[in-house]
């Protein structure tokens, strides 16, 4: 079993790793990417195209991907279907060297390239981008290969005179793969894991990650992959490729990770057509959180407010695991907030090409205007009060300063909705009111992702822990809600937030298998009788 995850690079000045990241940024700055579609193997051309921009610097294009459309999703299923029993009945050593190859490929010489076009691409800095494109991409691909074992391994007991076993199949038709912009990560290991199970996929990056997305394409096939097995046909307009992969009789599945109202509208549909299908498709979904930090009036000050900032404004909140909420006791609150308003005014913010900024822009003009309206909400709300930052500005670039807001309830808007963005509201409570602020906690929101809490006290570690039993499908003990590592912190919460599949654990992968058991007997019985049917003269008088 693998126990040691990719160790994190550092990128100080002068290090190797610096100089080639520097050489892949400059390199990818001065060049127009064309980003086709990729259909069996082939590299299509469509009608139209969309223009890739560079959040901190909008008016730089990196380059222009094809847009797909109903026609080339049709193409896609196609190609799947046609690659589909080779690659599930090639064996799983053999499909496992591919990803194995990717990850030592992207561990050394496609490192650089993958963190540079998720800096540019994604508005990620040197640190979030390593954590991300480089490290965790790497983890889900070699700690995948171990979880896919350690499920064939799974085999049952058999009685004398006969052998059990179970047979890992692959769906019957294809995986649908719909992927976020966040996580270069996410988007790589929801088209992969399906794959590795045996399983054809049709993907759909985010229409504002594709320029990564185009480079996994890249390495994957570097790496041997099959033509057909994964197919990208990414689009601004997702309604045309959506209606056709969820009608098709061939739909086995969906890997999912996006908004939660995307998710609810996607299964609906998956519902309406139950009656098309040739089975019941697989739904696996990791949507939205509202995730909280609770704090006890025994929490470390120092801890607490770190947790505050780096679990909100890391890559500008835009993870679904960032803190947006937190439960603060009037005991420390004084100390909380000041140390809070005062290091957050110190958080650096710029583009991404500058490694020492703590924050850049968030990734569109459609997350901007969003967070600029729950701002804006905010400065006119008598229910909420600014403390730090409240200021945006998308002259250049997509720029949300990191804010800070105080809500008079555990209830209100900003305390309740999903934001994603880099807003933390704080409510206050009274120490001797905990017992319904943790209710509140619980009910408030509809999510069940990730929460936090903080204390010393192991009794009240142990309290809070059972009282939050449900809120969080991840739970942090004195720790920011953000980062969960492949093989240490499986990752999915429940409620409005997903189905809890748990990427980063072999669960994950066992929902792309369809087990068949095959029981053989070595000397089959020849006489239908059992030994309970032979004549007994007491049965008579009975």
Same mark, same amino acid.
């Not at 459309?69 to 591919?98: F, K, T, V």
């Not at 969003?370 to 009060?385: C, L, M, N, R």
């Not at 980063?504 to 019985?525: D, H, M, Y």
């Given at each position: 079993? /693998?126990?040691?995850?990719?160790?994190?690079?550092?990128?100080?000045?002068? @290090?190797?790793?610096?100089?080639?990241?520097?050489?892949?940024?400059?390199?990818?700055?001065?060049?127009?990417?064309?980003?086709?579609?990729?259909?069996?193997?082939?590299?299509? @051309?469509?009608?139209?195209?969309?223009?890739?921009?560079?959040?901190?610097?909008?008016?730089?294009?990196?380059?222009?991907?094809?847009?797909?459309?109903?026609?080339?999703?049709?193409?896609? +299923?196609?190609?799947?279907?046609? &690659?589909?029993?080779?690659?599930?009945?090639?064996?799983?050593?053999?499909?496992?060297?591919?990803?194995?190859?990717?990850?030592?490929?992207?561990?050394?010489?496609?490192?650089?390239?993958?963190?540079?076009?998720?800096?540019?691409?994604?508005? %990620?800095?040197?640190?979030?981008?390593?954590?991300?494109?480089?490290?965790?991409?790497?983890?889900?691909?070699?700690?995948?290969?171990?979880?896919?074992?350690?499920?064939?391994?799974?085999?049952? /007991?058999?009685?004398?005179?006969?052998?059990?076993? $179970?047979?890992?199949?692959?769906?019957?038709?294809?995986?649908?793969?719909?992927?976020?912009?966040?996580?270069?990560?996410?988007?790589?290991?929801?088209?992969?894991?399906?794959?590795?199970?045996?399983?054809?996929?049709?993907?759909?990056?985010?229409?504002? @990650?594709?320029?990564?997305?185009?480079?996994?394409?890249? =390495? !994957?096939?570097?790496?041997?992959?099959?033509?057909?097995? +994964?197919?990208?046909?990414?689009?601004?307009?997702?309604?045309?490729?959506?209606?056709?992969?969820? $009608?098709?009789?061939?739909?086995?599945?969906?890997?999912?990770?996006?908004?939660?109202?995307? !998710?609810?509208?996607?299964?609906?549909?998956?519902?309406?057509?139950?009656?098309?299908?040739?089975?019941?498709?697989?739904?696996?979904?990791?949507?939205?959180?509202?995730?909280?930090?609770?704090?006890?009036?025994?929490?470390?000050?120092?801890?607490?407010?770190?947790? =505050? +900032?780096?679990?909100?404004?890391?890559?500008?909140?835009?993870?679904?695991?960032?803190?947006?909420?937190?439960?603060?006791?009037?005991?420390?609150?004084?100390?909380?907030?000041?140390?809070?308003?005062?290091?957050?005014?110190?958080? %650096?913010?710029?583009?991404?090409?500058?490694?020492?900024? !703590?924050?850049?822009?968030?990734?569109?003009?459609?997350? !901007?205007?969003?967070?600029?309206?729950?701002?804006? #909400?905010?400065?006119?709300?008598?229910?909420?009060?600014? +403390?730090?930052?409240?200021?945006?500005?998308?002259?250049?670039? #997509?720029?949300?300063?990191?804010?800070?807001?105080?809500? $008079?309830?555990?209830?209100?808007?900003?305390?309740?909705?999903?934001?994603?963005?880099?807003?933390?509201?704080?409510?206050?409570?009274?120490?001797?009111?905990?017992? &319904?602020?943790?209710?509140?906690?619980? @009910?408030?929101?509809?999510?069940?992702?990730?929460?936090?809490?903080?204390?010393?006290?192991?009794?009240?570690?142990?309290?809070?822990?059972?009282?939050?039993?449900?809120?969080?499908?991840?739970?942090?003990?004195?720790?920011?809600?953000?980062?969960?590592?492949?093989?240490?912190?499986?990752?999915? *919460? *429940?409620?409005?937030?997903?189905?809890?599949?748990?990427? *980063? $654990?072999?669960?994950?992968? /066992?929902?792309?298998?369809?087990?068949?058991?095959?029981?053989?007997?070595?000397?089959? &019985?020849?006489?239908?009788? #059992?030994?309970?049917?032979?004549?007994?003269?007491?049965?008579? %008088?009975?």
């Amino acid at each position: 079993m /693998i126990t040691v995850n990719e160790p994190i690079l550092e990128y100080r000045p002068g @290090s190797a790793e610096r100089k080639a990241l520097r050489a892949e940024l400059k390199a990818l700055q001065s060049q127009s990417i064309d980003m086709p579609l990729r259909i069996g193997g082939k590299k299509v @051309s469509s009608k139209r195209t969309y223009k890739c921009h560079v959040p901190h610097d909008h008016a730089k294009i990196l380059g222009e991907f094809h847009c797909a459309d109903a026609e080339h999703a049709h193409a896609a +299923i196609e190609a799947a279907g046609a &690659a589909h029993e080779e690659w599930s009945n090639m064996s799983l050593e053999d499909r496992s060297q591919i990803f194995l190859k990717a990850a030592d490929l992207l561990a050394g010489p496609w490192r650089a390239k993958i963190n540079a076009a998720t800096m540019l691409g994604q508005g %990620k800095t040197v640190h979030q981008a390593e954590i991300d494109s480089a490290c965790e991409l790497i983890d889900f691909l070699r700690f995948n290969v171990e979880f896919a074992r350690q499920i064939y391994d799974n085999q049952p /007991i058999s009685s004398p005179g006969c052998l059990n076993r $179970s047979q890992y199949r692959s769906l019957e038709g294809f995986v649908f793969s719909l992927t976020p912009f966040n996580f270069t990560a996410i988007a790589g290991n929801l088209c992969a894991t399906p794959t590795l199970m045996g399983n054809t996929v049709v993907w759909k990056p985010s229409e504002r @990650s594709v320029l990564s997305a185009h480079f996994i394409m890249d =390495l !994957f096939e570097e790496a041997g992959l099959p033509p057909g097995v +994964i197919n990208m046909i990414p689009s601004d307009i997702p309604e045309p490729i959506s209606n056709v992969v969820l $009608s098709h009789p061939d739909f086995a599945g969906i890997n999912f990770t996006g908004s939660t109202r995307v !998710f609810q509208i996607l299964w609906q549909q998956i519902s309406d057509n139950l009656s098309n299908y040739k089975g019941y498709p697989k739904i696996v979904g990791e949507t939205g959180g509202k995730d909280f930090i609770f704090a006890h009036s025994s929490a470390n000050i120092d801890e607490l407010v770190t947790a =505050l +900032i780096r679990g909100s404004f890391e890559y500008q909140g835009q993870k679904c695991s960032a803190a947006s909420r937190a439960f603060i006791p009037s005991s420390i609150w004084e100390r909380v907030t000041e140390k809070l308003v005062q290091q957050v005014s110190t958080i %650096k913010i710029g583009p991404v090409t500058d490694f020492s900024n !703590f924050m850049t822009a968030v990734i569109d003009k459609r997350s !901007f205007d969003t967070i600029a309206g729950y701002i804006d #909400y905010a400065k006119k709300s008598d229910d909420h009060e600014i +403390i730090a930052g409240g200021s945006y500005d998308d002259t250049k670039g #997509y720029f949300v300063q990191p804010t800070v807001v105080v809500a $008079s309830s555990p209830t209100t808007k900003l305390m309740t909705e999903e934001i994603f963005g880099p807003v933390l509201t704080l409510h206050r409570y009274e120490d001797d009111d905990i017992d &319904a602020t943790l209710k509140a906690c619980d @009910s408030a929101s509809p999510y069940g992702l990730i929460g936090a809490i903080f204390a010393k006290d192991r009794r009240v570690i142990c309290d809070l822990s059972d009282r939050l039993t449900h809120t969080a499908g991840n739970f942090y003990i004195n720790d920011k809600p953000t980062g969960a590592v492949v093989g240490q912190q499986p990752f999915g *919460g *429940g409620r409005a937030s997903g189905t809890n599949d748990k990427a *980063g $654990s072999l669960w994950s992968l /066992i929902r792309w298998t369809n087990p068949r058991t095959i029981k053989e007997t070595f000397v089959p &019985a020849t006489d239908y009788h #059992y030994p309970s049917m032979e004549h007994d003269e007491t049965d008579l %008088k009975l």
